[in-house]
């Protein structure tokens, strides 16, 4: 009895002592190729599908085991990749991120200036009366509407009999139970794992032109760190990855790129 009780003691204290240490912390800092501590960097712990940000000196703490691989996301920078080993928890890591190179689109001028300034000006800003209109057109545009539109409709006096009037409309009944159909049939929303988000970004960038955020000079990492936004902020692979619609998928991703630009002010 004695021996058995030891042996149950020893087998607790491993269990114990595994749970423990299999889930440790990473702590390190991160800089550019100059040396220099860039931040804020998004820090993404992949295995475990957890995240920080590195802080104002470009230190970063995050929790991790053996073999987890952990991500650092920064825009306009190469995305790093590290592996996890024994020797990472005992010594902070040093994560160097490489600037990307962006090319300035070249800017082509149809206009042969004059050497007079006025000239060249009127030319290049375009006529005053012009983009006094376009100002004016804008303004009317935007404006709220002031007058009531007509009714269009056509008075009782000179409508024809209603031949309809107290008839059962079939094709609107049958529209209906069409539609409700249609919405009992579609797939629950429901939260999505790890591995179905993966798939479905997977098949995003598979069957979505992304041409629209390289002309802004984004990379492949700066696409991917953009697409872990939209999905964070529009929840796509929750509503879409059962019933995926390319059309819908993709108007919610432009939609998305639009508040992203204005925060990370892309091409402004």
């Known amino acids: 009895m004695k ?3 030891k042996q ?4 607790a204290v491993f269990l114990i002592s595994t749970a423990v240490f299999s889930q440790q912390k990473i702590t390190g800092i991160i800089t550019d190729n100059s040396n220099i501590n860039i931040n804020p ?5 992949v295995s475990k599908q957890q995240s ?11 929790d991790a085991e053996e073999k987890d691989e952990i991500r650092f996301v920064k825009e306009g920078y190469y995305r790093s990749d590290k592996k996890i080993s024994k ?10 991120l490489k600037k990307n190179e962006i090319e300035i689109p070249e800017v082509k001028i149809t206009y042969k200036p004059t050497g ?28 709220p509407l002031n007058v009531p539109l007509p009714d269009r409709s056509i008075s009782k006096t000179f409508r024809g ?3 309809n009037a107290g008839q059962v409309d079939v094709m609107g009944v049958l529209s209906a139970a069409a539609g409700l159909f249609k919405k ?10 790890y591995n179905e988000t993966r798939t479905f970004m997977t098949r995003i960038r598979k069957e979505i032109n992304f041409d629209f955020l390289r002309k802004y000079g984004m990379g492949e990492d700066e696409i991917d760190a953009f697409l872990m936004y939209a999905d964070d902020t529009k929840q796509l692979a929750r509503k879409y990855r059962k019933d995926f619609n390319k059309s819908v998928v993709e108007a919610e991703i432009k939609e998305a790129f639009a508040e992203y630009r204005k925060t990370n002010k892309i091409g402004m």
Not at 87 to 96: D, G, K, V
């Open 3 to 5: 021996t058995y009780s």
């Open 8 to 11: 149950s003691l020893c087998t």
């Open 41 to 45: 960097v998004l820090v993404l712990n």
């Open 52 to 62: 920080v940000f590195s802080d104002a000196s470009g230190k970063f703490v995050i």
């Open 87 to 96: 020797e990472n928890f005992n010594t902070p890591l040093l994560i160097i």
């Open 116 to 143: 007079n300034l006025e000239r060249d000006s009127r030319n290049l800003n375009g006529s005053r009366k012009i983009s006094g209109l376009k100002s004016d057109l804008e303004i009317y545009m935007k404006s």
């Open 161 to 163: 009999l209603d031949f």
């Open 184 to 193: 009992a049939t579609k797939p629950k929303i429901t939260k999505p794992t």
